[in-house]
């Protein structure tokens, strides 16, 4: 199998369920986006420490739930294919609150504003929250327009737990500074 085909060299690709769209659909646009948050997590995966191995098991599970995810973004309601996929389960948001709230204790209580940075794992971590976010609101406006259709519940799910693995990214920024040694950046008033 080529992984090149030729088919969107006229600005038109598939959706997973097999309409043609525009690239700059929004729909494309949503699931671009989840793409590329699935690609900076594996990044940030690979930046960190040893001593992070529940936080990189973690990141692998967030990997698979967006895969998960991206294939509802890239099915209309209409479509048959609706009947092969699993929706995110609720229970998954919890799941990621659990996390936040494990690390969370384990960290100076935040009382100042921080800039993103710091090791490696944690600025790749800042770069993921934003991503996160950009994709949040992508699906957002996606949620808007499937409201009240077959994928409208599923889409829901997908886009509370954007909301809080953003908080996670956060959060796991701020471990990987401290698994290393490196404190926080502080925000000073210019």
């Given at each position: 199998?080529?992984?090149?085909?030729?088919?969107?060299?006229?600005?038109?690709?598939?959706?997973?369920?097999?309409?043609?769209?525009?690239?700059?659909s929004?729909?494309?646009?949503?699931?671009?986006?989840?793409?590329?948050?699935?690609?900076?997590?594996?990044?940030?995966?690979?930046?960190l420490?040893?001593?992070?191995?529940?936080?990189?098991?973690?990141?692998?599970?967030?990997?698979?739930?967006?895969f998960?995810?991206?294939?509802?973004?890239?099915?209309?309601?209409?479509?048959?294919?609706?009947?092969?996929?699993?929706?995110?389960?609720?229970?998954?948001?919890?799941?990621?609150?659990?996390?936040?709230?494990?690390?969370?204790?384990?960290?100076?209580?935040?009382?100042?504003?921080?800039l993103?940075?710091?090791?490696?794992?944690?600025?790749?971590?800042?770069?993921?929250?934003?991503?996160?976010?950009?994709?949040e609101?992508k699906?957002?406006?996606?949620?808007?327009?499937?409201?009240?259709?077959?994928?409208?519940?599923?889409?829901?799910?997908?886009?509370?737990?954007?909301?809080?693995?953003?908080?996670?990214?956060?959060?796991?920024?701020?471990?990987?500074?401290?698994?290393?040694?490196?404190?926080?950046?502080?925000?000073?008033?210019p």
């Amino acid at each position: 199998m080529k992984v090149y085909t030729g088919g969107g060299d006229k600005g038109k690709t598939s959706l997973f369920s097999g309409e043609r769209v525009a690239k700059y659909s929004l729909r494309i646009d949503s699931y671009g986006d989840l793409d590329e948050l699935n690609s900076v997590i594996g990044a940030i995966h690979s930046h960190l420490p040893k001593n992070t191995e529940s936080i990189k098991n973690e990141l692998l599970h967030i990997q698979a739930r967006l895969f998960q995810a991206g294939a509802w973004l890239a099915t209309t309601p209409e479509s048959s294919a609706i009947d092969f996929l699993e929706e995110l389960e609720e229970s998954v948001v919890k799941d990621l609150e659990n996390k936040i709230d494990e690390l969370t204790a384990e960290l100076t209580p935040l009382k100042e504003f921080i800039l993103p940075g710091g090791t490696p794992g944690a600025s790749w971590a800042h770069i993921g929250r934003t991503v996160c976010r950009r994709c949040e609101r992508k699906v957002t406006q996606l949620v808007e327009e499937e409201k009240g259709s077959k994928i409208d519940s599923a889409l829901q799910v997908i886009l509370v737990y954007l909301n809080r693995l953003s908080d996670y990214l956060f959060v796991v920024a701020r471990f990987a500074n401290k698994a290393e040694g490196r404190p926080d950046q502080v925000w000073r008033q210019p």
